[in-house]
């Protein structure tokens, strides 16, 4: 090989660090410096370290690397503290949580707890966080500006609104009185000239517990349920249990709830011998005789079923041994709405109603509606009412647009024949 070859390849073969990627030098960040290593080129995948300055916080990442001739991720921020002077506290009528007034430095993200001057009520949140060198001091108001403290309690209600420890002038708050109670007053309290406005009150309303009831040997004439709750002026009916009848000195059985009370009438046990308490009502029927409050052995009273119901078993109940014998039942009949027809798209075929009742057994014959057919799936258009029930048919719309095609063709089709009749005669 010849001489001068030999630098010529160990130069070609020599690594070429001028062509590696570099990255410009780091930013440099308020408040904190770089403390790694300073270098005169950055190359691919050099690191520097970043610090704040004392009593700063540093956000983001503390180290940062040379990739693709760029820093990855970006430099951090140092966050600023929070200097809070006895001047400050002074001016705002604030101490630090445990009296304290002297100056101090809050770093950022960390909190401090204050508490106003005596004389003075704090709005809340007490607690206070530094946020890169700002913080929002909590407000004092004079007792004698007109602030609140807490809402009073109202027995038997509640504030509906988040509740607070002070309140400003002209703050206001919510009340609602607890299931049944009846609120008196109005339900929206102020703050006024540092006192709450009148608060309302929650009445308990009327009641009529299955056990006041068991003990006057009553019961609710309209109502099956073992409790009642009532407002003043409303009225409620009791009735005798049964085997028991009015007490000779009983007071009227409409009672009006007045004050919150009821003021219940009594029944005494009837006696077997003498006779029966008033008759037992039945669901969707009535009583056709005059009533009494007692009845003697062997009286009886008639029933009947309301319009369209039918009755199963005797209408006449007869008192027998101090007991009624077997009241009747009132049972549904079947029934076809003019909603149950729409949704079926039928009609009564031979009734123009809107509505019809049938008993069990009885047959109701239904036809699809205009401009409906028979649905190919459906139950005869002949029903038999069965419990109470009718299984109902069904019809689709018919297909108006081949209706009138075929419609258009019989009538050419009859014109034609017409025609060519005249032509023969």
């Not at 506290?89 to 993200?109: D, E, P, T």
Request: with cysteine.
């Amino acid at each position: 090989m010849k001489a001068w070859l030999l630098p010529t390849a160990v130069f070609l073969l020599w690594p070429d660090f001028s062509s590696q990627k570099a990255c410009n030098e780091p930013d440099e960040i308020d408040f904190g410096e770089i403390v790694s290593t300073e270098k005169a080129k950055y190359l691919e995948n050099d690191s520097v370290q970043y610090r704040c300055n004392p009593s700063y916080v540093l956000e983001g990442p503390e180290w940062i690397q040379c990739k693709g001739e760029e820093w990855t991720p970006h430099p951090p921020k140092c966050l600023a503290p929070c200097s809070i002077t006895r001047q400050q506290l002074a001016a705002k009528n604030l101490s630090v949580f445990g009296s304290q007034r002297k100056a101090q430095l809050i770093q950022s993200n960390q909190s401090l707890q204050f508490q106003c001057n005596e004389g003075y009520v704090l709005v809340v949140p007490s607690v206070r966080k530094c946020i890169d060198g700002y913080m929002d001091f909590p407000l004092c108001i004079s007792d004698s500006e007109g602030g609140c403290g807490r809402p009073p309690a109202v027995d038997n209600g509640d504030i509906i609104d988040t509740l607070k420890e002070t309140y400003l002038q002209s703050e206001s708050v919510n009340y609602q009185c607890q299931n049944f109670y009846i609120m008196e007053g109005s339900s929206r309290v102020t703050c006024q000239d540092g006192r709450w406005s009148q608060t309302p009150t929650c009445r308990a309303p009327c009641t009529a517990s299955g056990e006041d009831m068991r003990e006057h040997n009553i019961k609710l004439k309209w109502n099956n349920g073992d409790k009642i709750y009532s407002e003043d002026g409303d009225v409620v009916e009791f009735e005798c249990r049964r085997d028991y009848k009015p007490h000779p000195n009983t007071r009227s059985f409409r009672v009006t709830c007045m004050n919150g009370k009821l003021d219940f009438p009594d029944c005494i046990p009837v006696d077997s011998e003498e006779g029966c308490g008033r008759p037992p009502p039945v669901d969707n029927g009535d009583i056709i005789d005059t009533l009494k409050e007692t009845y003697l052995q062997s009286e009886s009273v008639n029933y009947q079923c309301q319009n369209f119901y039918i009755m199963e078993g005797s209408s006449r109940v007869t008192c027998q041994n101090g007991h009624w014998s077997q009241t009747p039942t009132c049972r549904a009949p079947c029934t076809a709405s003019g909603e149950d027809m729409r949704e079926h798209n039928i009609k009564l075929k031979w009734n123009n109603g809107d509505k019809i009742y049938s008993e069990d057994g009885d047959v109701v014959e239904f036809e699809c509606r205009r401009d409906y057919k028979p649905h190919p799936n459906t139950r005869p258009f002949r029903v038999t009412c069965m419990n109470g029930k009718l299984d109902f048919p069904d019809c689709i719309p018919v297909d108006l647009t081949k209706g009138t095609t075929e419609h258009a063709h019989r009538s050419l089709n009859q014109k034609m024949n017409i025609k060519n009749y005249l032509s023969f005669s």
